[in-house]
Nanobody, 124 residues
Framework: VQLQASGGGLVQAGGSLRLSCAAS????????????MGWFRQAPGKEREFVAG????????QYVDSVKGRFTVSRDNAKNTVYLQMNSLKPEDTAVYYC??????WGNGEYEYWGQGTLVTVSS
């Protein structure tokens, strides 16, 4: 499974960004809907942290407390893509954001496959 994250950039505090993560699953022999998806981030000098996860069908979501009410994770299984809509961004949201896929999980934890990351910078 190959994951390609995009949509990062520079935004002012209070602004919005939408991250996308396109999955290539053909080589795996499994459909995209068989993978739970997660978003993680890593700020400079800090450990990577779980941000949001979405279940295989998209019916269930999980968020870290710091982004609840501001971020929304969604997926389009027909397009093999997962999204992270980020609103009311804060400078502390500045980080490299990674998407991840796993056959057995969609919440916080270790994932099988990782994308390359996209940088989000929020200026004050």
């Amino acid at each position: 499974v190959q994951l390609q994250a995009s949509g990062g950039g520079l935004v002012q505090a209070g602004g919005s960004l939408r991250l996308s993560c396109a999955a290539s699953v053909r080589a795996s022999g499994r459909s995209f809907s068989m993978y739970g998806m997660g978003w993680f981030r890593q700020a400079p000098g800090k450990e990577r942290e779980f941000v949001a996860g979405i279940s295989w069908s998209g019916n269930t979501r999980q968020y870290v407390d710091s982004v609840k009410g501001r971020f929304t994770v969604s997926r389009d299984n027909a397009k093999n893509t997962v999204y992270l809509q980020m609103n009311s961004l804060k400078p502390e949201d500045t980080a490299v954001y990674y998407c991840a896929a796993d056959r057995a999980r969609w919440g916080n934890g270790e994932y099988e496959y990782w994308g390359q990351g996209t940088l989000v910078t929020v200026s004050s």
